[in-house]
């Protein structure tokens, strides 16, 4: 009976947004949003299909409209943004989305009797929410802070409460260990449980490639790998500093003279991660035919000096045809993907340094 209540109670006091502004632009729904959220703010700028505006508290935003009018189909982001304006920005979305799954937005399509028998409306509603939450779960940590603090108040909200779980478990992603579902509100907040992520030791190759001068041109790769996804931005998941990048090389053809080495190959990688001491999780990975050359230095040491890897889109097959010099027996060779899982590689790496080795690892 308090849920149904709780449910009652915000289908009243929630205002109704206007998802269909038919009377003006996407960028005036987009700002009727904002307004009708509590935010007074003041447009710098718009056209088509962006709003830029400037926030009450000193701050700054702009929504990409898309030329949509549903402000949960937009793309929203934020400047020195308060604690206090974030509150409201997400009462009101989240609100509407609470809308959104009690059948009272004004598409037709998302309300339950939308072709009931198919079940169609319904469906409609479940991925509506879970995109509306996508666009927003990257959000940075002070609006996490913001909604976890918001579910410490217990405000009955049952609605809002399960948006808000919902979202904040999405945003900590794979550190939400909670055994409650989100969808349960509060009392997923009252359950909260986070996972640690561990720092994995720097990888030998040798310790996953048996032939001796194979591991040392596949350290080059690591190492080169290393360095190519340095830059790429941590996830609030996944500290990039504590990931290891395993790489593997499938080679196709090999060319040696005295000084240049050139592996025709493809070059399998994949970033791995550990939580808890015994969580592990694949986070990202690849396998892309390349021509690599390696060069001896003063030491007579192989040191990678050149990577080709193939092209994106259209210039994939052409970029492999002209990297095998129009060889096309062996372009078929590099795009024949076997014996190309990293998997095996890291349990052995795993084993090694005394880890216990999981049946399989999640992706």
Same mark, same amino acid.
């Given at each position: 009976?308090?849920?149904?209540?709780?449910?009652?109670?915000?289908?009243?006091?929630?205002?109704?947004?206007?998802?269909?502004?038919?009377?003006?632009?996407?960028?005036?729904?987009?700002?009727?949003?904002?307004?009708?959220?509590?935010?007074?703010?003041?447009?710098?700028?718009?056209?088509?299909?962006?709003?830029?505006?400037?926030?009450?508290?000193?701050?700054?935003?702009?929504?990409?409209?898309?030329?949509?009018?549903?402000?949960?189909?937009?793309?929203?982001?934020?400047?020195?943004?308060?604690?206090?304006?974030?509150?409201?920005?997400?009462?009101?979305?989240?609100?509407?989305?609470?809308?959104?799954?009690?059948?009272?937005?004004?598409?037709?399509?998302?309300?339950?009797?939308?072709?009931?028998?198919?079940?169609?409306?319904?469906?409609?509603?479940?991925?509506?929410?879970?995109?509306?939450?996508?666009?927003?779960?990257?959000?940075?940590?002070?609006?996490?802070?913001?909604?976890?603090?918001?579910?410490?108040?217990?405000?009955?909200? @049952? =609605? %809002?409460?399960?948006?808000? /779980?919902? !979202?904040?478990?999405?945003?900590?992603?794979?550190?939400? +260990? $909670?055994?409650?579902?989100?969808?349960?509100?509060?009392?997923?907040?009252?359950?909260?449980?986070?996972?640690?992520? @561990? =720092? %994995?030791?720097?990888?030998? /190759?040798? !310790?996953?490639?048996?032939?001796?001068?194979?591991?040392? +041109? $596949?350290?080059?790769?690591?190492?080169?790998?290393?360095?190519?996804?340095?830059?790429?931005?941590?996830?609030?998941?996944?500290?990039?500093?504590?990931?290891?990048?395993?790489?593997?090389?499938?080679?196709?053809?090999?060319?040696?003279?005295?000084?240049?080495?050139?592996?025709?190959?493809?070059?399998?990688?994949?970033?791995?991660?550990?939580?808890?001491?015994?969580?592990?999780?694949?986070?990202?990975?690849?396998?892309?035919?390349?021509?690599?050359?390696?060069?001896?230095?003063?030491?007579?040491?192989?040191?990678?000096?050149?990577?080709?890897?193939?092209?994106?889109?259209?210039?994939?097959?052409?970029?492999?045809?002209?990297?095998?010099?129009?060889?096309?027996?062996?372009?078929?060779?590099?795009?024949?993907?076997?014996?190309?899982?990293?998997?095996?590689?890291?349990?052995?790496?795993?084993?090694?340094?005394?880890?216990?080795?999981?049946?399989?690892?999640?992706?």
């Amino acid at each position: 009976m308090k849920r149904f209540l709780s449910l009652f109670i915000l289908s009243i006091l929630l205002p109704v947004f206007t998802a269909s502004a038919s009377s003006g632009s996407s960028t005036d729904a987009a700002l009727q949003f904002l307004q009708q959220a509590g935010l007074a703010v003041t447009v710098a700028g718009t056209d088509e299909k962006e709003l830029r505006f400037a926030l009450p508290g000193g701050g700054s935003g702009r929504c990409y409209t898309y030329g949509l009018t549903t402000p949960y189909q937009m793309n929203w982001q934020f400047d020195s943004i308060t604690n206090e304006e974030m509150a409201l920005f997400l009462d009101g979305y989240l609100g509407l989305l609470a809308q959104v799954e009690q059948g009272l937005a004004t598409e037709e399509h998302l309300h339950p009797d939308y072709h009931k028998e198919e079940g169609l409306g319904q469906r409609n509603i479940e991925v509506t929410v879970s995109n509306a939450l996508l666009y927003i779960e990257n959000l940075e940590d002070p609006w996490l802070q913001v909604l976890l603090h918001q579910l410490s108040l217990h405000d009955e909200n @049952d =609605a %809002l409460n399960s948006l808000r /779980a919902r !979202l904040a478990s999405r945003m900590l992603g794979k550190l939400d +260990l $909670t055994p409650v579902d989100p969808r349960e509100g509060c009392s997923w907040y009252d359950a909260l449980t986070l996972s640690v992520q @561990d =720092a %994995l030791p720097p990888v030998d /190759a040798a !310790l996953y490639v048996d032939d001796p001068l194979l591991a040392q +041109l $596949t350290q080059e790769m690591i190492a080169w790998t290393d360095t190519r996804k340095a830059d790429w931005s941590s996830l609030r998941d996944v500290d990039k500093t504590k990931t290891r990048n395993i790489v593997k090389l499938t080679v196709r053809k090999t060319d040696e003279n005295q000084n240049t080495l050139t592996l025709w190959a493809i070059v399998s990688e994949s970033e791995y991660t550990l939580y808890d001491g015994s969580r592990y999780q694949s986070v990202s990975g690849s396998w892309v035919p390349h021509r690599l050359t390696y060069t001896k230095d003063d030491q007579g040491v192989w040191r990678l000096s050149e990577v080709i890897g193939a092209g994106d889109g259209t210039e994939y097959y052409p970029s492999i045809l002209s990297f095998c010099d129009g060889d096309e027996a062996l372009v078929a060779s590099l795009l024949a993907g076997d014996d190309t899982d990293t998997d095996p590689c890291f349990l052995r790496y795993l084993q090694h340094h005394g880890y216990p080795v999981p049946e399989e690892i999640p992706y």
